[in-house]
Nanobody, 125 residues
Framework: QVQLVESGGGLVQAGGSLRLSCAASGRTFSSFAMGWFRQAPGKEREFVAS????????GIADSMKGRFTISRDNAKSAVYLQMNTLKPEDTAVYYC??????????????????WGQGTQVTVSS
């Protein structure tokens, strides 16, 4: 059974930074692409970032380019989301996700098969 556990969320002032972590277990982590999504109250789940199995390819949502960075450490079975210059509109529950069969990145929630429980990020103005 695949398990994804996010951590690192919290309350931060606008302009601040947070680093989210996602620890994976239950499968060969280094073979599959990973992603981060977020969901604000009353809104659909939104793509944030994705990284290929090797870490050589990444994708970031346009509104987050230059502020957010995704990375992974296959030796630790972990993926990270570094978030800088946070804005109140970044407030959401952030979810880590894993693809089941593919090593390449995906921008759609439907491209992922396993999900964590989410971690709350709140940015105050």
């Amino acid at each position: 059974q695949v398990q994804l556990v996010e951590s690192g969320g919290g309350l931060v002032q606008a302009g601040g930074s947070l680093r989210l972590s996602c620890a994976a277990s239950g499968r060969t982590f280094s073979s599959f692409a990973m992603g981060w999504f977020r969901q604000a109250p009353g809104k659909e789940r939104e793509f944030v970032a994705s990284i290929s199995a090797s870490g050589g390819s990444t994708g970031i949502a346009d509104s987050m380019k230059g502020r957010f960075t995704i990375s992974r450490d296959n030796a630790k079975s972990a993926v990270y989301l570094q978030m800088n210059t946070l804005k109140p509109e970044d407030t959401a529950v952030y979810y880590c996700a894993s693809r089941k069969k593919f090593s390449t990145i995906s921008y759609a929630p439907s491209g992922y098969d396993y999900w964590g429980q989410g971690t709350q990020v709140t940015v105050s103005s």
